[in-house]
Structure formats: C-alpha cells, structure tokens
C-alpha cells in the first residue's frame, strides 16, 4: 500500500492524489495475469466505500479496509444476469423488527460470481442487490456491505 494513503492520525483521505497512489497498487497481477485479491480489494471494494460512503460508513469500513484490518470484493455479476444490474435477482429486504437489511440470492441464477480469488479471501463485500421496500416495492440496484466470515477466520 502507498505509505501516504493513511494518514497519521489513521483516517483515510478522500483527495485525487492518494486515490491515484492507491489505484497504482490497485494494479497488481498474477503471474497468470490474474487481479490478486488485494488487488480487487483496491480497486473495487475501497472506491465504493470511499466514494459512496457516509462519513459513518468510511469510518467503520473504509478506515479498517485501508489498513487491511479487512479484505474486500465487490459481488454484482450473477450467473444468469452477467452484469446487467437491472435483472438482478438478489434482493435486500428491509427487516424492520431486527433493524437490517436481509440479503437474498434466491435461485442458482442468482450467484454471485466472484473475480478472481477474493471470495474465498475476503472478509466483506460490497453486493449489488434490488432494494425492495415493506409491501414489496422494489426501488432498483443498490449497493450493501455484507459481512462474509468471522474475522477472526482469516
């Protein structure tokens, strides 16, 4: 990681020159010519959070994400539905009695499918999903952060 991407004080800078560094190391691949892990944690998953994110939502993701306290993917592409976000089928209902969102992806078509390795390495992601309201009103694709193991399983 560029050593300025963090700053002193830990928080994570939102300004173009160490979005650039960052996308720098972002562009490493594997002797196969494969996007590491790290890779697409840099430049799929840390982008979303920083650009998109609340300043809530930078801090309890997006500062971790920077110090590899966590490792990312972002999951939209669905076996059926490649990526075209408006037929996806997973959905995020709102649970309005435990107070989150349910992730679904109800039918093999469904699947996410990862890029590269970082499904089996990453700790969270950011998912596509169709946001559907109470009484069923879907209100089209929009991001989630899911956590996808234990932490303490890395």
Request: with cysteine.
């Amino acid at each position: 990681m560029s050593s300025d991407f963090a700053t002193a004080a830990g928080s994570v800078p939102t300004n173009a020159g160490a979005a650039a560094n960052f996308w720098e190391f972002g562009r490493t691949r594997s002797p196969t010519n494969e996007y590491l892990p790290s890779t697409l944690h840099a430049i799929a998953f840390l982008p979303v959070l920083l650009r998109q994110g609340t300043d809530e939502q930078i801090a309890r993701w997006a500062t971790p994400a920077s110090h590899r306290a966590l490792l990312g993917c972002y999951a939209q592409t669905e076996l059926g539905h490649g990526t075209d976000v408006a037929e996806l089928e997973t959905t995020a209902t709102f649970d309005r009695a435990k107070d989150e969102f349910v992730v679904n992806s109800p039918t093999k078509t469904s699947s996410k499918w990862w890029i590269g390795s970082s499904g089996r390495m990453a700790t969270h992601a950011v998912v596509q999903a169709q946001l559907v309201l109470e009484g069923g009103k879907r209100m089209g694709p929009h991001l989630f952060v899911v956590q996808l193991r234990d932490l303490g399983e890395r």
